[in-house]
């Protein structure tokens, strides 16, 4: 087995000693030496548990024959923070989660990482740590949460009480019948229930190659979750001993893998902003196009919750995302030669793959829709593009033409939601709240809930140049590109303009001529930075890129 370096030798004696402070062996520093990256706090319930999958990672590594040293990263929780300024963060500690697991490797010298998160911007920022440092690593995630009960029906967090609250304020239930709801909705420790960000995200880690099969599916309390983590503890000794490296296996074919099967399962709008960051830390090109590129051919064969009734642990149930992937891939849509960190191609994980619920996994012939999860629409309102989870707007409202409503911050947005002021037909608009502008590009999802709470996806379409829980249904188009806080034409929609969209066709337009869009741009100002300057929401505003390149920083 190899010998870490870094410690041998006797001009290393100091480094020794202050490992044997903590009761490490001589024979413990002659082993690879493996961090064990854990964004285990008490804070969120999908890493509240995150101790324990550490304990079995660190047998795992212990039994192959390595030294594994766990130390740990922050995690927000996007619900806990959702609908107040603590929303600016949960995007911009992406960057600050990669920031410290480089610092941590690098001045440590690990030989090897396995990383283990759950929760939305945790899972992308550990998995752009591991693209940019390119050490042998394994993502390992806490699994999704148990679904929810109430009278008799599933729920989670979204379809429970999050639009629980429009259902209230529409006069839909009562207020003990909320109170049940919130208790209702979240019984499990993991991530949120549904196909969300965080879930998404731990999907497509089976699809990248770089999370082991089972990764995005296994359910958080099942004792085959610390299987997979002692399984990922042990691998990451082959890692090493073979020397195969994160971008090894985060090729262009591995991305677009991620992203078909993104499109299959209809998963959250916010991976468009993770893929291109994480292939950006690998430093392969990626852009928009290769997204609605893949939508086009990649139908959409699974609809979960928020789109639809079924629940991660269905799909486990079903066969996981390993039969999805069988699925796409023989209809030619998978790039099978794909190595990953099993040590076999993608083909070779997958290729005993069955589907066990034709229900939940539809055959590609029997599919919810020819397209996938996820649309990019272009126009004179988003030059650079725009998202939208397609599979999850009703038929109605794929084409929509209404007058703007318009807002320069979320808060306000949502007070005219909930004081009833927004009308059926109208186009809201939520703007100033980009990567920039927010800053921070905060989720939307306290404002697409109520609208759908209150009955209202059906006839009111919502447009930001934020973003969008994964957890948001409805003709809600997010990451509006240019952003307004840096001129984009969002800045300039007036009250009352009209706005047409039309997802078929991939456009996004205001019903303006360009002289007058020209006029209004010049006329603009652009208004003074909501970051409050020493912090580091106004160090990230500074540098941080339009959603349409990721959201990445540049120096």
């Given at each position: 087995m190899k010998i870490n370096n870094s410690f041998q030798g006797l001009d290393r004696a100091p480094h020794r000693s202050l490992f044997y402070a903590m009761g490490y062996l001589p024979?413990?520093?002659?082993?690879?030496?493996?961090?064990?990256?854990?964004?285990?706090?008490?804070?969120?319930?999908?890493?509240?548990h995150l101790n324990e999958l550490a304990q079995a990672v660190k047998l795992g590594v212990s039994a192959a024959g390595g030294t594994p040293m766990e130390f740990p990263v922050i995690g927000i929780c996007d619900g806990i923070a959702m609908n107040h300024d603590g929303m600016k963060y949960p995007l911009s500690t992406r960057e600050l989660i990669a920031d410290s697991i480089e610092a941590m490797t690098i001045g440590h010298k690990f030989d090897g990482l396995v990383l283990i998160g759950n929760c939305d911007k945790i899972v992308p920022g550990m998995m752009m740590a591991a693209a940019r440092l390119n050490i042998p690593a394994i993502y390992v995630s806490g699994g999704p949460m148990l679904t929810g009960n109430h009278k008799g029906k599933p729920v989670d967090l979204i379809r429970g009480a999050f639009e629980g609250v429009g259902a209230y304020a529409e006069g839909k239930i009562t207020a003990e019948e909320l109170e049940e709801l919130e208790a209702e909705s979240c019984p499990s420790c993991g991530s949120c229930a549904g196909m969300f960000t965080a879930n998404t995200m731990n999907c497509l880690a089976e699809a990248l190659g770089i999370g082991l099969p089972g990764n995005g599916t296994i359910p958080a309390p099942y004792g085959q979750r610390k299987q997979l983590a002692k399984r990922a503890g042990m691998q990451i000794m082959e890692l090493v001993k073979e020397n195969i490296r994160p971008r090894d296996i985060l090729t262009l074919g591995a991305f677009r893998n991620a992203i078909a099967v993104d499109m299959a399962i209809g998963g959250s709008s916010n991976t468009v902003l993770h893929l291109m960051a994480i292939a950006n830390e690998a430093k392969i090109p990626l852009n928009l196009e290769e997204f609605d590129k893949i939508s086009r051919r990649v139908a959409n064969i699974a609809k979960l919750s928020p789109a639809g009734h079924h629940s991660i642990t269905d799909l486990h149930g079903a066969g996981g995302i390993s039969a999805v992937v069988n699925q796409l891939l023989k209809a030619g849509l998978i790039y099978n030669d794909e190595i990953t960190v099993t040590g076999k191609t993608i083909g070779e994980n997958v290729m005993k793959a069955e589907v066990w619920n034709d229900s939940v996994i539809r055959p590609m012939d029997e599919a919810y829709s020819k397209e996938g999860g996820i649309a990019i629409l272009m126009g004179n309102l988003a030059p650079e593009g725009a998202v939208v989870k397609q599979s999850g707007v009703e038929a109605e409202m794929m084409v929509h033409k209404g007058p703007a409503r318009v807002f320069d911050s979320e808060e306000q947005a949502y007070a005219a939601i909930m004081a009833k002021r927004i009308k059926s037909g109208d186009v809201v608009v939520i703007r100033y709240e980009g990567p920039k502008g927010g800053p921070g590009m905060r989720e939307m999802l306290s404002p697409t809930a109520a609208i759908v709470g209150m009955g209202l996806e059906k006839?009111?379409?919502?447009?930001?140049?934020?973003?969008?829980?994964?957890?948001?249904?409805?003709?809600?188009?997010?990451?509006?590109?240019?952003?307004?806080?840096?001129?984009g034409p969002i800045a300039i929609i007036e009250e009352g303009d009209m706005i047409e969209i039309d997802i078929p066709n991939r456009s996004l337009r205001i019903d303006l001529s360009e002289e007058e869009i020209e006029n209004r741009l010049k006329a603009w100002k652009q208004p003074p930075t909501k970051a409050e300057e020493g912090t580091y929401l106004y160090r990230y505003s500074k540098l941080v890129t339009s959603a349409s390149t990721g959201a990445v920083l540049k120096y």
């Amino acid at each position: 087995m190899k010998i870490n370096n870094s410690f041998q030798g006797l001009d290393r004696a100091p480094h020794r000693s202050l490992f044997y402070a903590m009761g490490y062996l001589p024979e413990d520093l002659k082993k690879p030496l493996i961090g064990v990256v854990n964004a285990h706090n008490e804070v969120i319930p999908g890493h509240f548990h995150l101790n324990e999958l550490a304990q079995a990672v660190k047998l795992g590594v212990s039994a192959a024959g390595g030294t594994p040293m766990e130390f740990p990263v922050i995690g927000i929780c996007d619900g806990i923070a959702m609908n107040h300024d603590g929303m600016k963060y949960p995007l911009s500690t992406r960057e600050l989660i990669a920031d410290s697991i480089e610092a941590m490797t690098i001045g440590h010298k690990f030989d090897g990482l396995v990383l283990i998160g759950n929760c939305d911007k945790i899972v992308p920022g550990m998995m752009m740590a591991a693209a940019r440092l390119n050490i042998p690593a394994i993502y390992v995630s806490g699994g999704p949460m148990l679904t929810g009960n109430h009278k008799g029906k599933p729920v989670d967090l979204i379809r429970g009480a999050f639009e629980g609250v429009g259902a209230y304020a529409e006069g839909k239930i009562t207020a003990e019948e909320l109170e049940e709801l919130e208790a209702e909705s979240c019984p499990s420790c993991g991530s949120c229930a549904g196909m969300f960000t965080a879930n998404t995200m731990n999907c497509l880690a089976e699809a990248l190659g770089i999370g082991l099969p089972g990764n995005g599916t296994i359910p958080a309390p099942y004792g085959q979750r610390k299987q997979l983590a002692k399984r990922a503890g042990m691998q990451i000794m082959e890692l090493v001993k073979e020397n195969i490296r994160p971008r090894d296996i985060l090729t262009l074919g591995a991305f677009r893998n991620a992203i078909a099967v993104d499109m299959a399962i209809g998963g959250s709008s916010n991976t468009v902003l993770h893929l291109m960051a994480i292939a950006n830390e690998a430093k392969i090109p990626l852009n928009l196009e290769e997204f609605d590129k893949i939508s086009r051919r990649v139908a959409n064969i699974a609809k979960l919750s928020p789109a639809g009734h079924h629940s991660i642990t269905d799909l486990h149930g079903a066969g996981g995302i390993s039969a999805v992937v069988n699925q796409l891939l023989k209809a030619g849509l998978i790039y099978n030669d794909e190595i990953t960190v099993t040590g076999k191609t993608i083909g070779e994980n997958v290729m005993k793959a069955e589907v066990w619920n034709d229900s939940v996994i539809r055959p590609m012939d029997e599919a919810y829709s020819k397209e996938g999860g996820i649309a990019i629409l272009m126009g004179n309102l988003a030059p650079e593009g725009a998202v939208v989870k397609q599979s999850g707007v009703e038929a109605e409202m794929m084409v929509h033409k209404g007058p703007a409503r318009v807002f320069d911050s979320e808060e306000q947005a949502y007070a005219a939601i909930m004081a009833k002021r927004i009308k059926s037909g109208d186009v809201v608009v939520i703007r100033y709240e980009g990567p920039k502008g927010g800053p921070g590009m905060r989720e939307m999802l306290s404002p697409t809930a109520a609208i759908v709470g209150m009955g209202l996806e059906k006839s009111v379409a919502l447009i930001t140049d934020g973003r969008f829980s994964g957890g948001t249904r409805g003709p809600c188009l997010g990451h509006v590109s240019p952003e307004a806080s840096e001129g984009g034409p969002i800045a300039i929609i007036e009250e009352g303009d009209m706005i047409e969209i039309d997802i078929p066709n991939r456009s996004l337009r205001i019903d303006l001529s360009e002289e007058e869009i020209e006029n209004r741009l010049k006329a603009w100002k652009q208004p003074p930075t909501k970051a409050e300057e020493g912090t580091y929401l106004y160090r990230y505003s500074k540098l941080v890129t339009s959603a349409s390149t990721g959201a990445v920083l540049k120096y």
